[in-house]
C-alpha cells in the first residue's frame, strides 16, 4: 500500500514563503524566563533595521533577532527584514537552524544594518555524535557509529522514527510489511544474532529506553546508530541486537521563544491489485467454482482510499539561566482495509536551569502519549479471504445479512469479517524524568538519572449473531476484554572526566551504575452467547456461556530486575590516534543461581591519516577532509524473554496447548497441576563477539563521503 503525498514542485522562493506562512511561521514571545531588560533611557532607543541572508544571498525566514540580554527581539519576514528596537551599545543576536550565531553591536546614527549574512554551520551540525552514556566528535570515534541530523530526515508520511533514516544507514534493515495504520516498523541491524531472544535493536530516546513511536517524530532533532560491538557493548544485554540513540529538540539558552507548527494531508491505497479470475472467466468454466450470477470485486468492497493528517506545534526558547521546549503533535491515519484507523496524541515538555555559574544543571522532563485504535487484524485473514472469493458470489444474501457459502471449509466472506465484528483498542503511557548534574571542577561531571515509564493498554473484542462462526454454532456473539499494565523504574548514576593535556593528549574517562525493574501485570475475561447484540462487550456479564461454565477468565503478573556496572576510557593524541576501551558488569534475576553475573568487554582504536603530516602534502589534501581507518572488538550478551526460566513452573488448569486440564474425583471436577519446566540453575547468558574493520572517508568539505565496513559476528 503505497501513500501518496501531495507536494506540487515550486521554486525554493515559494517554498520558503509557504513554509513562513502555512508550516513553520515563527513569532517572537517574551520568555517566560527571560532576564530584566538593560536599563536603558527611552530616548537612547530606536528602531534598528536589516535584513538577514545566506552566503547566496537568499533571505533566511523566520531568523531569531535577540537584543543580547533582554526579552526584547524580532524574526525575519518572508524576506528576511526585521525590525527591533535597540540602543546604541547594545548588542543583537541572529541565530538560524543550520546556521552559525551571528553578534553584531548596534552603532550610534547606523539604524539600518543592511543585508547580514549568516554562515552555514556545517561543522556544529555534523561534528559531534552521541554515544553511548556520552558524546564523541566524529574524529574521535572509533566504532562503527552513523549519525542522521534533523535536516537529512526522510520528508513526507512518516509512520515512525525508523522512517525518518530509512535507507540512510548502511546494514540498518527497515520494513513495513503491512498497510495496517497501527502497524510498526520492524528494524533489523545487521541481522539476526539469536534463536530466542529480542532481534530488534535497543532504542533510547534522551538515554531512557523507549521505542519507536514513544515520542513524535517531528520533536526529534538526530538519530544516532551503534552499529557494532564495540560500541554497544557498553549496554550490555540490551545493547546485542545494536543501539538506536533519539535525541530530542530542546530549547537554547538566550533566545526568544519560538512557536512554530508543521502539518501535512496524504492519502493512501492499493498501488497495485493482483490479477485474478473475473466472474466471466468463471462462466466460462476456467476454474471449479460455480456460478452465483453475481460481479463482485472483493477487494473493492473491502478497501478505501485512506485520508492521513498529522499536526505538530512547538514552542522554545530560554534565557541566561533556564530553557524549555514543548511539543505537541495529533495524528489520524485512515486504513486501506475498510473500519481500520490509528489516532494519536503527543505531548513532550523539557525544561532545564542551571545554578551557580553552570555549576549545577537540573533537568524535568515529561511525556505523555495515548493511542487509540479498532482492534481489528486486518493484514492477514480479511484480506485473504477477499483474495479468494468467488467473484461470481454476492456480497449480502436475500435477507440482506453477509452471504455465506459453508460448503467450502475456511471459506468466508470478507465484509461479514468486517461489518459483523467490532473492537476497540486504547493504551497510553506516560514517560517523567528528571536528573541533576554537578560540575564541581570543570570537566568533571556527576550525573543522577531517575525514570519512571507507566503505560497500559485496554482491548475489547466483539463478534455478532450474525458472524460466520456463529451463524455455525448457532451462538448470539461473543465478546472479550483485556487489560494490561507495565511499569519500569530506572537509576543511572554515571561520573564523567573530559581533559586535554599539552593540547595533544585527551582523556575522557567514565564509570557509572545503572538499576532497572520491570514489572508487567493484566487480566482478561471472554463470554459469549449473549440475548442480543446490543451492549457488545459492556455487559460481558450477561452470556450465557458464563452460566454453561464455558467462559473464560486470566490474570497474569511477573517482574524482573536488571543491574550494570560499567566503565570506559577514551585516550586520543594529536587528533591522530585514538583508543576506547570499555567495560559493563551486568546482573539479571533472569538467570539461573550460578550464573547470574556476565561480563561484557569491547576495545577499538582508529586513526585519522589525514592529520598526518605526509596527508598535508598529498595534492589530494585540499578536497579530502576525512580519511580515518578504525577496528573495534566487542561482546554483548541475549537476555531471554520470560523472567522466570531458571525457576520451577507449573500450569495450573490448562495444558500448554491452552486446553482444559481437569480430573474426576468422587463425584467432583478437580483443577489440575503440571510441571510446565523444571529449575535450571546453570541457566546463563548467551554471548555473541563481534569483530569490527571499517573505513571512513569525505571530501569537498562533507558533501560527499561513505563508510565501508568489514564484520564478523560468532
Known amino acids: 500500500m ?75 519576514d518572508i524576506e528576511g527584514r526585521f525590525t527591533v528596537k535597540a540602543a546604541p551599545g547594545q548588542e543583537l543576536q541572529i541565530s538560524y537552524v543550520g546556521y552559525q550565531t551571528l553578534t553584531i553591536k548596534v552603532q550610534a546614527g547606523k539604524a539600518n544594518l543592511g543585508n547580514l549574512v549568516l554562515a552555514a554551520d556545517s561543522q556544529v551540525l555534523n561534528d559531534v555524535v552521541v554515544i553511548g552514556y556520552g558524546t564523541q566528535k566524529k574524529g574521535d570515534v572509533t566504532s562503527a557509529v552513523a549519525s542522521v541530523k534533523a535536516e537529512d530526515f526522510t520528508v513526507g508520511a512518516i509512520g515512525d522514527a525508523a522512517e525518518l533514516v530509512k535507507g540512510k544507514v548502511a546494514g540498518l534493515t527497515i520494513a513495513k510489511g503491512s498497510g495496517d495504520p497501527n502497524a510498526e516498523s520492524t528494524i533489523r541491524l545487521r541481522g539476526v544474532i539469536s534463536l530466542m531472544g529480542s532481534s530488534s535493536p535497543l532504542v533510547l530516546i534522551d538515554g531512557v529506553e523507549g521505542n519507536l513511536g514513544t515520542v513524535a517524530p517531528e520533536n526529534i532533532a538526530s538519530i544516532d546508530v ?38 501535512y494531508g496524504s492519502w493512501a491505497t492499493l498501488a497495485k491489485k493482483h490479477k485474478f479470475m473475473t466472474a466471466d472467466q468463471i462462466r466460462q468454466g476456467l476454474t471449479n467454482y460455480s456460478d452465483r450470477g453475481y460481479d463482485t470485486d472483493w ?30 503533535s495529533y495524528k489520524k491515519a485512515e486504513g486501506v482495509i475498510l473500519t481500520t484507523f490509528n489516532e494519536e496524541m503527543k505531548m513532550n515538555f523539557d525544561v532545564s536551569q542551571w545554578f551557580f555559574n553552570d555549576m549545577i544543571k537540573l533537568h524535568l522532563g515529561l511525556l505523555k502519549a495515548y493511542h487509540k485504535d479498532n482492534g481489528l487484524d486486518a493484514g492477514s485473514e480479511i484480506y485473504r479471504q477477499a483474495i479468494m472469493r468467488n467473484p461470481t458470489e454476492p456480497i449480502y444474501d436475500a435477507d440482506g445479512l453477509p452471504y455465506e457459502n459453508f460448503g467450502i471449509t475456511y471459506y468466508y466472506n470478507p465484509v461479514g469479517l468486517i461489518q459483523e465484528r467490532d473492537g476497540d483498542g486504547k493504551s497510553e503511557w506516560s514517560r517523567m524524568t528528571g536528573d541533576i548534574t554537578v560540575e564541581p571542577i570543570k ?85 459469549a452467547d449473549f440475548n442480543n447484540d446490543t451492549f457488545k462487550w459492556n455487559n460481558i456479564g450477561i452470556g450465557q456461556e458464563l452460566k454453561n461454565g464455558k467462559a473464560s477468565m486470566g490474570s497474569y503478573k511477573n517482574d524482573n530486575k536488571l543491574i550494570g556496572f560499567f566503565g570506559r576510557i577514551s585516550y586520543g593524541f594529536d587528533n591522530r590516534y585514538n583508543i576506547l576501551v570499555s567495560i559493563r558488569r551486568e546482573g539479571s534475576s533472569k ?47 541475549v537476555i531471554p524473554g520470560d523472567s522466570y526460566q531458571s525457576l520451577t513452573r507449573y500450569l495450573f488448569g490448562k495444558y500448554e496447548n491452552g486446553s482444559g486440564m481437569y480430573f474426576y474425583n468422587n463425584g467432583k471436577w478437580i483443577q489440575g497441576m503440571q510441571i510446565a519446566s523444571n529449575p535450571n540453575p546453570d541457566l546463563k547468558w548467551e554471548t555473541s563477539g563481534e569483530l569490527n574493520v571499517g573505513l571512513d572517508w569525505e571530501m569537498f568539505n562533507g ?12
Not at 551503534?226 to 533566545?255: C, F, H, M, P, Q
Not at 576495545?603 to 602534502?617: L, P, R
Open 443 to 527: 570537566g568533571w561531571q556527576t550525573k543522577v538519572l531517575l525514570s519512571t515509564n507507566r503505560s497500559n493498554y485496554h482491548s475489547a473484542d466483539f463478534k455478532s449473531s450474525n458472524y460466520q462462526s456463529h451463524r455455525l454454532d448457532g451462538k448470539a456473539g461473543d465478546a472479550g476484554h483485556s487489560y494490561g499494565y507495565t511499569k519500569t523504574d530506572l537509576l543511572e548514576v554515571t561520573s564523567n572526566y573530559r581533559t586535554t593535556l599539552a593540547d595533544k593528549h585527551r582523556l575522557d574517562v567514565l564509570v557509572g551504575y545503572s538499576w532497572q525493574k520491570n514489572m508487567n501485570e493484566g487480566f482478561s475475561a471472554w463470554n
Open 703 to 714: 558533501r560527499f563521503g561513505g563508510s565501508f565496513d568489514f564484520y564478523l559476528s560468532t
Open 299 to 328: 477487494l473493492d468492497a473491502i478497501t478505501r482510499t485512506a485520508f492521513t493528517h498529522n499536526h505538530d506545534v512547538q514552542i522554545s526558547g530560554g534565557s541566561k539561566s533556564t530553557t524549555y521546549s514543548g511539543n505537541f
Open 2 to 76: 503505497k501513500p501518496r503525498t501531495i507536494s506540487p514542485i515550486l521554486s525554493a522562493r515559494v517554498l520558503k514563503i509557504a513554509a513562513f506562512a502555512l508550516l513553520g511561521g515563527t513569532c517572537c514571545i517574551p520568555a517566560a524566563y527571560a532576564e530584566p531588560l538593560q536599563a536603558v533611557a527611552p530616548a537612547e532607543a530606536g528602531p534598528v533595521t536589516g535584513v538577514v541572508v545566506d552566503s547566496e544571498g537568499e533571505p533566511l525566514i523566520g531568523a531569531t533577532v535577540l537584543v543580547k540580554g533582554s526579552s526584547t527581539g524580532a524574526a525575519t
Open 591 to 637: 538467570f539461573g543461581a550460578n550464573h547470574k553475573w556476565g561480563s561484557f568487554p569491547s576495545v577499538s582504536a582508529g586513526w585519522n591519516i589525514m592529520n598526518e603530516e605526509f596527508w598535508g602534502k598529498l595534492p589530494v589534501a585540499e578536497w579530502w577532509n576525512m580519511f580515518k581507518l578504525r577496528a573495534g572488538y566487542g561482546v554483548t550478551g
Open 226 to 263: 551503534l552499529k557494532d560491538a564495540s560500541a554497544a557493548a557498553i549496554y550490555g544485554t540490551r545493547g546485542a541486537n545494536g543501539v538506536i540513540l533519539i535525541t530530542t529538540k530542546a530549547g537554547t539558552r538566550e533566545s526568544s521563544a519560538t512557536v512554530s507548527y508543521s502539518g
